[in-house]
């Protein structure tokens, strides 16, 4: 009887746990729209990238309708999306997919659960952190502090970003690199804006 | 001659797209089209802030917005 009690209390928690999850999903742009899925596999059939993905595009429909938070924001399927919308353009039953795989994203990182292989979440900061400082990307300073983050987090083999190298001096080779920063006149207002749109609701 | 407004981007004017951003300039004055580049534009934010920032992203292509109409551009 006890165990039974216990086994029932379990239950509830989960499900209580599983329709706050599918309620979150829903409430962002796009998340709504997994309700129409019918698992047909079209999209992981298209997914360039989905042999990389832990759970493939029709899989994560499959486990965040079933509840599965933990397996999901611990997952590398999102962070491993492209964003192509090749499966969001083929899906018969126009589930946006790509959007769905930003909400997980956002959502992973509010939580603060990400998957700990995956260094995207590193690449995004300093892109971030770019745009802050000079207004536009400037490639080669985003890539310097993002091996030197990734590497400090643990997550690059400090050796890998040495095969890097040449790629590197190709790109300078070739002016598809500036080694300069260009910085942009309105950069002050630029850096107010992005702490006001942090404030608001950004998450970092 | 038809003019455009033209937003290159942070690949396209400076970074590993330049290739592709010096051949759209040259084919526009072949195609009698003039590029009017947007001035002192800012990053559109593109992915990486469109996922977990995603108030960014909107206050990001704003400005450029705003800008583009304070430049008479669109």
């Known amino acids: ?204 | 001659m038809k003019y455009y407004s033209y937003f290159p981007g942070c690949s396209l004017s400076e970074g590993t797209a330049v290739a592709y951003g010096i051949s759209t300039r040259a084919i526009s004055s072949v195609l009698d089209m003039e590029l009017i580049e947007l001035e002192d534009w800012n990053c559109c934010g593109s992915t990486p802030i469109a996922q977990p920032m995603s108030f960014s992203r909107f206050a990001l292509q704003l400005v450029i917005w705003l800008w583009l109409k304070r430049q008479g551009l669109i």
Not at chain 1, 26 to 33: I, L, N, Q
Not at chain 1, 94 to 113: C, N, P, Q
Not at chain 1, 135 to 145: F, N, S, T
């Open chain 1, 1 to 204: 009887m006890n165990l039974l009690m216990r086994k029932i209390r379990h239950n509830q928690g989960l499900a209580v746990d599983r329709d706050d999850f599918l309620e979150e999903v829903y409430s962002v742009p796009g998340g709504e729209s997994i309700r129409w899925c019918v698992q047909c596999g079209t999209c992981s059939g298209s997914c360039p990238n989905a042999a990389q993905m832990d759970y493939s595009p029709r899989k994560v429909i499959a486990l965040v309708r079933s509840g599965k938070r933990y397996d999901i924001l611990n997952s590398n399927s999102m962070w491993v999306c492209a964003s192509c919308y090749l499966c969001t353009v083929r899906c018969p039953k126009d589930v946006k997919i790509t959007e769905l795989m930003h909400a997980l994203e956002r959502l992973s990182v509010a939580r603060g659960v990400t998957n700990g292989r995956i260094s995207t979440p590193t690449m995004y900061r300093v892109f971030v952190d770019s745009i802050k400082s000079n207004g536009r990307v400037h490639e080669l300073g985003m890539m310097m502090k993002f091996y030197l983050s990734a590497i400090l987090r643990g997550k690059i083999n400090p050796l890998a970003t040495i095969k890097m190298l040449p790629v590197a001096l190709k790109l300078l080779s070739h002016g598809r690199m500036a080694i300069r920063p260009k910085r942009i006149k309105g950069i002050e207002q630029v850096k107010i804006i992005m702490e006001r749109a942090k404030a608001l609701g950004g998450v970092e």
